[in-house]
């Protein structure tokens, strides 16, 4: 939920580094979930006898409305965010070197947006895309473009274009942690959206490209 966002654009480093952190953890809701849905849908998982129900189902691919595995929400809920900080982020600040303040920011929150719709459309097939926040009840009930996996993998591709080099926000250790971590490298998102694309070539490119640049 926003309250009384007209005007409140993300220009001073504290709001900004607690956007990010606010995205990040909203993450955490599905991250255990994301394996979970591609693993025991896998040829080399089965169940046993003291499988959870929902988790059951997901096995045999009869996913109920009430599955607590299926809540497309979890996934929306960090694309408003990102579609939100994305759109009041001021990438136009700079510091005394010319450099773009908020750009690492910036280039993280379409990873994160990325991966979100990535895992969303592998899951539902088909889902409304919107690439603007959703502020109001109106723009809540409005109906928006379903699209399918092809389509939002270019679309992503052409979002993450020129930001392949730009390092990832660095706000030191968290719980023991290094925050460099905590983002989605621009090029291997890239290589994995080309891949679900059918874009066999520029898959292998992109994820070349990713191990050689992290080989030196």
Do not use: M
Request: charge should be negative; hydrophobic fraction near 40%; include cysteine.
């Amino acid at each position: 939920n926003v309250i009384y966002e007209e005007g409140n654009a993300l220009d001073n480093p504290a709001d900004t580094i607690y956007s990010v952190i606010g995205i990040a953890n909203k993450l955490q809701a599905i991250a255990d979930r994301t394996i979970l849905l591609g693993e025991v849908r896998g040829d080399l998982v089965d169940i046993t006898n003291a499988t959870h129900s929902d988790l059951r189902d997901v096995a045999t691919f009869n996913i109920g409305t009430n599955n607590k595995y299926n809540n497309p929400r979890d996934y929306y809920a960090i694309i408003n965010n990102c579609n939100y900080f994305i759109a009041k982020a001021d990438t136009a600040l700079k510091n005394n070197r010319n450099e773009s303040i908020f750009l690492r920011e910036y280039a993280a929150v379409k990873g994160f947006r990325a991966w979100t719709y990535l895992q969303l459309v592998l899951n539902y097939g088909r889902v409304p895309f919107v690439t603007t926040p959703i502020l109001t009840k109106e723009e809540a009930d409005a109906t928006y473009d379903v699209q399918g996996l092809e389509y939002i993998c270019n679309w992503l591709l052409d979002d993450l274009k020129g930001l392949e080099d730009v390092e990832t926000p660095a706000y030191g250790t968290i719980r023991s942690n290094d925050s460099r971590l905590f983002y989605f490298p621009i090029r291997l998102l890239q290589g994995e959206l080309h891949l679900w694309a059918g874009n066999y070539k520029e898959a292998a490119v992109a994820d070349y490209n990713f191990i050689n640049k992290r080989n030196g």
